[in-house]
């Protein structure tokens, strides 16, 4: 227990204050020996971190129970015990430590927000560190936050979009199903990963376009705010 304390740079009283807290997991026992090892270790680091962006003890204890519950990294990105990455997948997964990831959302990474990442399945974890699935997603998130919206509200807005996603991935796949015959049948995967461009750009304009319409929508109003609708404008002429 001295090396570990000496390590982290904390005093032996308050490693054992961090264990009564449940701050940290139990030391694996061999009759009256615990060891400690790199894992201890790599908690203690994370809880200075954290305690240094301004977290609570309870707020960590929290975001430790939370994280230990967690989904495996392989659960998360579909992989076998020796399976290899997903050649396929067009994302680039992203691994943090706790305090990387409370760096991204300052002030923002409570439990409750944890906890539903980590049930949406944009976070799963490995060992000491957290892996986000999508380096695009993440940065994307970040941005939102920074530009004031709340992370569980980028959370709650993620897992709306993921249902309507998934439609479209469903509407598409059954379009290559009904229509591309025998190619479909013998290999489907093979057919939905060619094809998957044009379903990404089917998406990407449709959305574009709707959000012309939206933004089209928003500026007529503000121009008939300014200038009062037609009814409210002075007549002229006899």
């Given at each position: 227990?001295?090396?570990?304390a ?17 701050l ?18 790599a ?80 976070l ?61 049948t ?32 928003a ?20």
């Amino acid at each position: 227990m001295e090396e570990l304390a000496g390590a982290a740079g904390i005093t032996v009283r308050t490693l054992r204050f961090y264990r009564e807290r449940k701050l940290l997991p139990p030391p694996r026992r061999e009759g009256r020996i615990a060891w400690y090892d790199d894992h201890h270790l790599a908690r203690l680091r994370t809880i200075a971190a954290l305690l240094e962006r301004g977290h609570t003890l309870t707020g960590i204890a929290d975001l430790a129970a939370t994280f230990e519950s967690g989904r495996d990294v392989g659960e998360l990105l579909g992989l076998g015990e020796d399976a290899a990455p997903a050649t396929w997948s067009e994302e680039t997964p992203v691994r943090l430590t706790p305090e990387a990831l409370a760096d991204y959302f300052a002030g923002e990474v409570t439990s409750e927000n944890l906890a539903a990442a980590l049930d949406l399945g944009y976070l799963g974890t490995d060992g000491d560190e957290l892996v986000h699935i999508s380096r695009r997603l993440l940065d994307v998130s970040a941005a939102l936050v920074r530009e004031g919206v709340p992370l569980a509200a980028v959370l709650g807005a993620g897992r709306e979009v993921r249902k309507h996603t998934e439609a479209m991935a469903e509407l598409f796949t059954g379009l290559v199903r009904d229509h591309m015959g025998a190619e479909a049948t013998a290999d489907p995967a093979a057919s939905l990963e060619r094809l998957r461009p044009l379903a990404k750009s089917v998406v990407d304009a449709e959305l574009s376009m709707a959000l012309d319409r939206l933004i089209r929508t928003a500026r007529a109003k503000a121009q008939e705010c300014a200038t009062g609708s037609p009814e409210d404008r002075p007549r002229t002429g006899y």
